[in-house]
């Protein structure tokens, strides 16, 4: 201090850093020397009536302030032949992490771009030196409990939320290693990517005039990726609305977790369709194909899909191969007939296309697991995108206040 005031600050950068340092370390030890201390009350573990003692043991634990030494009580059972440390589950330590580390390595392994970025993020912003492997094996570990803990908690409702909940659902293409892939055949071969099935939820309310789009309620949007409990699936809504592509698995999901929903075909999806129908019916890229294009997108607006199937029928073109396809083009739209009246579903106020689901893919999936080089498997894939749609649906800080909760911990006087 006193070179401070003689010399003044010539690198405030380094001094920020140096005395944030210092005072992570007086904290640490004193945190130390409370948690170690026997007359701490709750800190007098007894063992059970099966149990010996077997002394303290040391052991390290990294906290938010750094690396500290704690002497637990060891109790064992050889008739279970099971030993336990009281003082570790009642802080909820994690392997040699605090609970608030823990969540701090979930939380960057899900927001950055690979674990190693996790690590670097973790090493800058709050200086805790972690391995990229210690991140990775913290998401196994938390993974399936932070799933499980979800599926038991009760559906959380607003009262604000929207007249109508809508349900999208599509599925997007995740690099996995050669052992995930064996036996399963790609568009083009052999298959490089996995599906990953993807679900949004949203609420929203009917627009107040009949020309207005709707608009979701952006708070209320959940993800859910490779794993779909229908509990977690609220039905209370006035109206439940399902959103899809067309995919058979999509309307099998809605025919059994949602019977009484109104199931609507991607607007977009339909359109797709509409061309490939147009270029097998009228020749790819002539004029007449685009032109009756232009002239069936409109009528799909208003609910006018029989005309389009009937009109598609008498054009039937005479050789095989394009016949073949128109035909194909229009079994696909007499068999979503009913998912595809839009000018009916406008009037309603519901959405009629699935953007907020394709964003969804890309946002969930895409943004992390479609990295140059990534090539995952099923399981850790499947770990990582249940953290990553716990942050996403905003249920990640409930999940961790409840497993950090002070009521299981030590009482600590004031």
């Not at 595809?340 to 296309?353: D, L, P, V």
Request: hydrophobic residues 40%.
């Amino acid at each position: 201090m006193n070179r401070l005031a003689t010399e003044g600050v010539t690198d405030f950068a380094c001094l920020e850093r140096d005395l944030l340092a210092a005072l992570k370390h007086d904290g640490a030890r004193w945190l130390e020397q409370l948690l170690n201390d026997p007359a701490l009350p709750g800190n007098n573990y007894q063992p059970q009536a099966d149990e010996q003692d077997y002394g303290q043991r040391p052991k390290a634990v990294l906290l938010t302030l750094g690396w500290i030494t704690l002497r637990r009580t060891y109790f064992y059972s050889p008739e279970r032949a099971r030993g336990r440390f009281p003082l570790d589950a009642a802080l909820g330590l994690i392997d040699s992490y605090s609970p608030e580390v823990a969540c701090w390595m979930c939380r960057a392994a899900a927001l950055a771009g690979s674990y190693q970025a996790a690590s670097q993020d973790l090493l800058t912003y709050a200086r805790l030196e972690i391995d990229a492997r210690q991140i990775q094996r913290m998401i196994t570990q938390m993974a399936p409990r932070m799933s499980r803990w979800r599926e038991a908690q009760e559906p959380v409702f607003n009262p604000a939320a929207g007249d109508i909940f809508c349900v999208g659902t599509d599925g997007t293409g995740a690099p996995m290693r050669r052992k995930e892939l064996r036996g399963r055949k790609g568009k083009q071969g052999q298959a490089r990517t996995r599906e990953v099935k993807v679900g949004t939820i949203f609420t929203h309310r009917k627009p107040d005039q009949p020309d207005q789009r709707p608009e979701r309620d952006y708070d209320s949007t959940t993800y859910l990726a490779d794993i779909v409990p229908a509990k977690e699936f609220g039905a209370r809504a006035k109206t439940i609305v399902f959103l899809g592509d067309g995919a058979a698995w999509v309307w099998a999901l809605a025919r059994v977790n949602f019977p009484s929903a109104i199931c609507i075909l991607d607007y977009y999806h339909a359109c797709e369709h509409l061309t490939l129908l147009c270029e097998a019916l009228y020749g790819e890229g002539s004029a007449l194909a685009k032109k009756r294009y232009r002239q069936w997108r409109k009528a799909l607006l208003k609910d006018k899909i029989t005309q389009i199937i009937a009109q598609a029928k008498a054009d039937l073109p005479a050789r095989p191969q394009a016949r073949k396809l128109a035909k194909k083009q229009i079994n696909y739209f007499q068999h979503n007939q009913s998912r595809m009246r839009y000018q009916t579903f406008r009037h309603a106020g519901y959405f009629i296309g699935s953007g907020v689901v394709e964003a969804g893919c890309k946002t969930v999936v895409g943004q992390r697991l479609k990295h140059s080089g990534m090539l995952w498997s099923c399981k850790g894939a499947s770990d990582l995108l249940a953290v990553r749609c716990a942050l996403l649906s905003h249920w990640f800080e409930g999940f961790w206040k409840q497993h950090s909760n002070p009521a299981r911990g030590l009482a600590f006087a004031a």
